[in-house]
């Protein structure tokens, strides 16, 4: 049964939207977007303010204060990769990115105009206008994003090239998805016949990575290294052409993370990259963020958590939290909490059952906490007590986890940092799946780690808030 149940879980998992890479085109026209939008908020922001018997602000001064602050959005939205990149899995998504660096954006600006007081117009300029950006560039990061993605120019493009037997073979173990597009270049023998006169030899390079250009691969990748003195003319030719290029092995293809090249004496060494959410300052920042939000979150909560605690006791009797075993950082266990929301003996014959919607368990309260998420509430506690965070992939039971682990490559991955409250695959994905869905569940969860920043955490932060407002993550 339970190697059916593995099979199941490989077979119709599906990844989630990988990280995108703006090309160079897009990129420029962000950047140009991005300062016109700007200009365009903050005349909006002046409008509405003189609208709302505000001071009036002179036409020069406004000005100043928009190149000013202007340059410094810009600044950050660059530190944050704006132009290099989009973790949003979808064109409506770009809303939350700009949200979250719009956020961080604010406290250099107070210190630019506390600094230079000559070029500040009014801070309530600064605070209007952050939402009318959050609206306007988001939009129009949206728009043209959608434009792109339905002209195809933002699907991943990869070349491979070598001989036909092993380049077939590791596009079978890649199992890229549709959005990815590849092309095969096969060339029989590669790399023994990659030794030949330095001319010839470079004609080939040359003209093989103009066809990878060409096709606007974003890498082209060589199944095998060739030999030292070959490999000198393929970087030089690939420096020349401007082609990004890689080397691929069975060895390490796939599934394995990603590596870099360190030199130690002068000897190149191939080392693993530490997942970006196992980084000692990720677990810094992240202890310091969780406390505050945990501390702010209790004082804005705690009269709901005391409503819910008595309608749960009017209801069905104490116990009105339910402690239920599950896995954190390390394969740790600990008791999460979350307010009851199923009849006390729910387990008491079946013993642990796979949650699922429309549970014939759940209670009317039950229901209406499931449904607004306010059952998970209580687990502003176990943030507290340090064993989980505001953000990170959601805990499972320990029965499920040694199912899973033996069902699933890399499942116990997830556990290398500490289980969140919310997570990008909750936000991304319901609240109630079918076991089947833990593959794709488990992507999202190793994406999250492996790309962990300040900004996505931000960013699922203000998703989690819109689809809590709209109910939807619970649905």
Same mark, same amino acid.
């Given at each position: 049964?339970?190697?059916?149940?593995?099979?199941?879980?490989?077979?119709?998992?599906?990844?989630?939207?990988?990280?995108?890479?703006?090309?160079?085109?897009?990129?420029?026209?962000?950047?140009?977007?991005?300062?016109?939008?700007?200009?365009?908020?903050?005349?909006?922001?002046?409008?509405?303010?003189?609208?709302? &018997?505000?001071?009036?602000?002179?036409?020069?001064?406004?000005?100043?204060?928009?190149?000013?602050?202007?340059?410094?959005? #810009?600044?950050?939205?660059?530190?944050? &990769?704006?132009?290099?990149?989009?973790?949003?899995?979808?064109?409506?998504?770009?809303?939350?990115?700009?949200?979250?660096?719009?956020?961080?954006?604010?406290?250099?600006?107070?210190?630019?105009?506390?600094?230079?007081?000559?070029?500040?117009?009014?801070?309530?300029?600064?605070?209007?206008?952050?939402?009318?950006?959050?609206?306007?560039?988001?939009?129009?990061?949206?728009?043209?994003?959608?434009?792109?993605?339905?002209?195809?120019?933002?699907?991943?493009?990869?070349?491979?090239?070598?001989?036909?037997?092993?380049?077939?073979?590791?596009?079978?173990?890649?199992?890229?998805?549709?959005?990815?597009?590849?092309?095969?270049?096969?060339?029989?023998?590669?790399?023994?016949?990659?030794?030949?006169?330095?001319?010839?030899?470079?004609?080939?390079?040359?003209?093989?990575?103009?066809?990878?250009?060409?096709?606007?691969?974003?890498?082209?990748?060589?199944?095998?290294?060739?030999?030292?003195?070959?490999?000198?003319?393929?970087?030089?030719?690939?420096?020349?052409?401007?082609?990004? #290029?890689?080397?691929?092995?069975?060895?390490?293809?796939?599934?394995?993370?990603?590596?870099?090249?360190?030199?130690? &004496?002068?000897?190149?060494?191939?080392?693993?990259?530490?997942?970006?959410?196992?980084?000692?300052?990720?677990?810094?920042?992240? &202890?310091?963020?969780?406390?505050?939000?945990?501390?702010?979150?209790?004082? #804005?909560?705690?009269?709901?958590?005391?409503?819910?605690?008595?309608?749960?006791?009017?209801?069905?009797?104490?116990?009105?939290?339910?402690?239920?075993?599950?896995?954190?950082?390390?394969?740790?266990?600990?008791?999460?909490?979350?307010?009851?929301?199923?009849?006390?003996?729910?387990?008491?014959?079946?013993?642990?059952?796979?949650?699922?919607?429309?549970?014939?368990?759940?209670?009317?309260?039950?229901?209406?906490?499931?449904?607004?998420?306010?059952?998970?509430?209580?687990?502003?506690?176990?943030?507290?007590?340090?064993?989980?965070?505001?953000?990170?992939?959601?805990?499972?039971?320990?029965?499920?986890?040694?199912?899973?682990?033996?069902?699933?490559?890399?499942?116990?991955?997830?556990?290398?940092?500490?289980?969140?409250?919310?997570?990008?695959?909750?936000?991304?994905?319901?609240?109630?799946?079918?076991?089947?869905?833990?593959?794709?569940?488990?992507?999202?969860?190793?994406?999250?780690?492996?790309?962990?920043?300040?900004?996505?955490?931000?960013?699922?932060?203000?998703?989690?808030?819109?689809?809590?407002?709209?109910?939807?993550?619970?649905?």
């Amino acid at each position: 049964m339970q190697g059916v149940v593995g099979s199941a879980l490989v077979e119709k998992a599906a990844p989630p939207q990988r990280l995108v890479r703006y090309p160079a085109r897009l990129a420029t026209h962000l950047l140009a977007g991005d300062a016109v939008m700007l200009v365009l908020s903050s005349f909006i922001a002046v409008l509405i303010l003189e609208h709302v &018997g505000h001071r009036a602000i002179e036409p020069v001064a406004a000005l100043e204060s928009t190149i000013a602050s202007g340059s410094m959005w #810009i600044a950050v939205f660059a530190f944050a &990769g704006f132009y290099r990149r989009s973790f949003a899995a979808s064109w409506h998504d770009e809303y939350y990115w700009v949200a979250a660096v719009s956020t961080l954006a604010i406290a250099p600006q107070l210190i630019l105009y506390t600094l230079l007081p000559q070029i500040s117009t009014s801070r309530l300029l600064l605070l209007a206008t952050i939402p009318i950006n959050v609206l306007v560039i988001g939009s129009f990061r949206a728009a043209l994003r959608r434009w792109y993605d339905r002209k195809g120019r933002l699907r991943p493009r990869v070349a491979f090239l070598g001989d036909p037997h092993e380049i077939q073979a590791a596009e079978n173990r890649l199992g890229f998805p549709q959005s990815v597009e590849t092309l095969l270049i096969p060339v029989p023998g590669w790399p023994d016949d990659a030794c030949g006169p330095g001319d010839v030899t470079k004609e080939r390079y040359d003209r093989w990575l103009w066809s990878a250009r060409q096709w606007r691969a974003d890498r082209l990748v060589f199944m095998r290294v060739p030999h030292r003195k070959a490999l000198k003319l393929l970087i030089a030719a690939a420096a020349r052409q401007s082609v990004r #290029i890689g080397f691929a092995s069975r060895e390490i293809l796939s599934g394995s993370g990603e590596f870099e090249i360190e030199y130690l &004496g002068g000897e190149p060494v191939l080392v693993p990259v530490l997942p970006r959410g196992c980084h000692p300052s990720a677990e810094v920042y992240k &202890g310091i963020i969780d406390v505050s939000l945990a501390l702010l979150g209790l004082a #804005i909560f705690l009269p709901v958590m005391l409503v819910a605690a008595v309608a749960i006791y009017l209801e069905s009797g104490a116990p009105v939290l339910f402690a239920q075993e599950r896995v954190g950082q390390d394969g740790s266990v600990f008791q999460m909490l979350k307010f009851r929301s199923m009849r006390q003996d729910a387990e008491r014959t079946t013993g642990a059952v796979w949650a699922k919607s429309k549970d014939s368990r759940v209670t009317n309260v039950g229901k209406f906490l499931r449904r607004t998420s306010f059952d998970e509430l209580p687990q502003i506690f176990n943030v507290l007590r340090g064993q989980m965070s505001v953000v990170g992939p959601r805990p499972e039971r320990p029965v499920f986890v040694e199912r899973f682990k033996d069902a699933i490559e890399r499942y116990d991955e997830r556990h290398l940092v500490r289980p969140g409250i919310t997570g990008l695959s909750h936000v991304y994905m319901d609240r109630d799946v079918d076991q089947t869905a833990i593959g794709q569940r488990l992507e999202y969860d190793l994406f999250y780690i492996e790309h962990w920043s300040p900004m996505m955490d931000l960013s699922i932060l203000f998703k989690t808030g819109c689809e809590f407002l709209l109910h939807r993550i619970a649905a």
